[in-house]
């Protein structure tokens, strides 16, 4: 299985400033097809996952442009520009690369 | 627009079967490049992949789990249905079903529903 790493595990942050996780791959993520199937969740509390990222750094539909991922191979990062108290919850991110699909531990942002 | 949502027992005694469906709308799941896949999230814990099954009827299952899980499509009805056997008070979580489209789309889990909590107890 590929294991994924996240660091940090918490990220206390002041509100309008940046944040930044990083996510680690066992091995390398690219597919055979020639994609990266890197993606990172948000979780806020009480609710389901949403998908922010997918491929590295592809926004999701609706998800606000503070957000931005990028990497590549093993090392990606997410990045929030200025946090905003909405951003509150657990960062996940996720491999669909190889099968078992798997997922970082989680990064828990909250404010200071 | 996608929805999904989960149904099933709240509460399974040990060693019984757990069954769930996932009710979808907005996607056809006879579309190629199309998948639903199950993920389960214990308190307070990290999401944990278990299955996920494809328009072709592929099907993929996490191997630490894989000699407990079923994963069926009915798509005349629009559902996925897990089967998890022998359950155990570990299996405590709550467990999501969520969207995936591999040729046209993210690659990723990009709708979820809503979860739901299932306890394992006597």
């Known amino acids: 299985d590929i294991v994924m790493t996240q660091t940090p595990l918490s990220s206390p942050v002041t509100l309008g400033q940046p944040a930044s996780i990083s996510c680690r791959s066992s091995q390398s993520l690219v597919h055979s097809d020639g994609n990266t199937y890197l993606s990172w969740l948000q979780q806020r509390p009480g609710q389901p996952p949403r998908l922010l990222i997918y491929k590295i750094s592809n926004r999701f539909s609706g998800v606000p442009d503070r957000f931005s991922g990028s990497g590549a191979g093993t090392d990606f990062t997410l990045k929030i520009s200025r946090v905003e108290a909405e951003d509150v919850g657990v960062y996940y991110c996720m491999q669909a690369t190889q099968f078992p699909f798997t997922f970082g531990p989680g990064t828990k942002v909250d404010i200071k | 627009q996608i929805t999904l949502k989960e149904s099933g027992p709240t509460l399974v005694k040990p060693t019984q079967t757990l069954t769930l469906t996932c009710t979808f709308s907005g996607f056809s799941l006879s579309t190629s490049g199309v998948g639903v896949g199950w993920i389960r999230q214990p308190p307070g814990k990290a999401l944990e992949w278990l299955a996920l099954?494809?328009?072709?009827?592929?099907?993929r299952y996490s191997p630490s789990l894989k000699s407990r899980l079923t994963i069926t499509k009915d798509t005349s009805k629009n559902q996925v249905v897990l089967t998890m056997t022998n359950m155990d008070p570990v299996d405590t979580a709550t467990y999501y079903c969520?969207?995936?489209?591999?040729?046209?789309?993210?690659?990723?889990?990009?709708?979820w529903g809503q979860g739901t909590l299932v306890t394992v107890s006597s």
């Open positions: 099954i494809y328009w072709d009827d592929d099907k």
């Open positions: 969520a969207h995936r489209e591999y040729y046209y789309g993210s690659g990723s889990y990009d709708y």
